[in-house]
């Protein structure tokens, strides 16, 4: 079993994150091949909501349970559980899909399994990496992660296009149980640091997570930086996703484009993502990492704007638009990571970023709601306006909120160091 040491948890580390790599990849291939499916034989408008919301419900309900209990439970453990119950259920839809069964309704359903499993994932793998990485390598991890993510966002839709028209969907599927499996291989012999309870440890029962949930939330309004920041990432979501989902529509009725203009915006956002995260990586931010936000915030906004204002015969300025946008996404969210793996203790942190992520996720369905009435009395421009106008008044108010500009001074959450990794024996000579 590979331990982790203040000498020697780059390979350790990394070797787990290499493994996420496929899963990710597996996971973004499989969503390609099924929402493509689910459009070519339904066509219905409605059946991709109900997929959207099949994945994202779960983390609105569910996700401040779910981190509680990662607080508790081994997070090693979770991450292996938690991987190979998304291995069973996509194999399972595999099955369906060989056997020519499968309704949109068994898509609902493994969609759900899929997102349940990764509420309680990626809080346990997000909490780890503050015991497994050194405080000052964490903004650099968050950009290594931002990168990765944008990657896949230009490599895996040319690459499940490529794979649905030579092979079945269920041989895109079984891609994806493969990867998983690839994926949870190295967390059996790698021992990820456990968190020290701060809080007195009793037996996992439906009032104890209450308990810690609550606790959570009480932590979080506590804490008014952190609750001002939350406030900003829910008006976000349910400012510019909206905008986001709106693409496709302004592509085709403002720009008067097709599928191929449609690529180049997506393109555009994910190579923006890929080029902002791997500066982030590098440069790690300014030392205060609430300015390195706040700056991105205020670019993210902007570039939001000049997408709503591209005129019809300018469609090369919503590209750019789009990909400078794409720059500054983990510009904002990479310090902001790191900030709270910083501060959050260990043994909390699986609760705080599933409450952040659950509140940030319930306004999705608001602004998708409202999204299709707004957009046909005002136009599809005015969703980009909107988010943009707020997202850069947002950044402005952080450098002007002593509650967020101050965060990282507040004497009530300074930087903790979860427990200190030991330090590696010499060999024998």
Same mark, same amino acid.
Request: proline share 6%; aromatic share 10%.
């Given at each position: ?48 909501? #109900? ?16 981190? @509680? ?56 793998? /997000?909490?780890?990496?503050?015991? #497994? ?60 640091? /456990? ?38 990432? #829910? ?20 720009? /008067? ?105 319930? #306004? ?17 421009? @005015? ?47």
């Amino acid at each position: 079993m590979v331990e982790f040491t203040q000498t020697n948890w780059k390979k350790p580390f990394f070797l787990i994150w290499s493994g996420q790599i496929f899963s990710l990849l597996g996971s973004g291939l499989v969503g390609f091949a099924l929402i493509w499916w689910l459009t070519q034989t339904t066509g219905s408008a409605t059946v991709l909501a #109900m997929a959207t919301l099949a994945q994202i419900l779960p983390e609105v309900f569910l996700g401040p349970f779910a981190g @509680a209990l990662v607080d508790r439970w081994n997070r090693r453990v979770v991450m292996i559980v938690a991987d190979l119950m998304i291995a069973a259920a996509t194999l399972l839809l595999g099955v369906l899909f060989w056997l020519g069964v499968v309704e949109p309704w068994q898509v609902y359903v493994i969609l759900f399994v899929r997102a349940v499993g990764g509420i309680f994932h990626w809080p346990a793998m /997000q909490a780890s990496t503050s015991l #497994m990485v050194p405080e000052k390598h964490l903004t650099r991890i968050a950009g290594l992660n931002q990168t990765l993510r944008g990657a896949l966002n230009i490599v895996t839709p040319a690459l499940g296009a490529l794979l649905i028209s030579v092979i079945p969907t269920y041989g895109v599927i079984a891609i994806d149980v493969v990867t998983a499996l690839i994926a949870v291989t190295p967390l059996f012999f790698v021992n990820i640091p /456990q968190p020290v309870r701060t809080e007195k440890a009793v037996a996992v029962t439906p009032r104890s997570v209450l308990v810690d949930v609550w606790e959570g939330l009480k932590y979080v309004f506590t804490w008014k930086g952190l609750l001002a920041i939350l406030i900003m990432a #829910m008006l976000i979501n349910f400012l510019v996703n909206p905008a986001f989902m709106l693409m496709p529509l302004l592509v085709k009725n403002h720009f /008067q484009g097709d599928a191929w203009h449609l690529g180049l915006m997506e393109s555009g956002w994910g190579i923006g993502l890929v080029a902002g995260s791997l500066l982030l990586s590098i440069w790690g931010g300014f030392k205060r990492k609430v300015i390195t936000s706040m700056i991105g915030l205020i670019g993210m906004g902007t570039f939001t704007l000049l997408v709503g204002f591209a005129p019809a015969t300018l469609f090369g300025m919503a590209v750019v638009g789009m990909s400078l946008a794409g720059f500054m996404n983990p510009i904002v969210n990479g310090p902001l990571m790191a900030l709270l793996q910083s501060r959050v203790p260990a043994d909390k942190q699986g609760r705080i970023f599933t409450l952040i992520n659950s509140g940030s996720a319930a #306004m999705m369905p608001l602004g998708i709601a409202l999204a299709a009435p707004v957009a046909e009395n005002l136009g599809i421009q @005015a969703w980009f306006l909107a988010g943009g106008f707020i997202t850069v008044l947002m950044g402005v108010a952080g450098f002007l909120i002593p509650v967020i500009c101050n965060i990282e001074s507040d004497p009530l959450h300074p930087p903790i160091q979860a427990k200190p990794l030991p330090v590696a024996a010499p060999e024998a000579g």
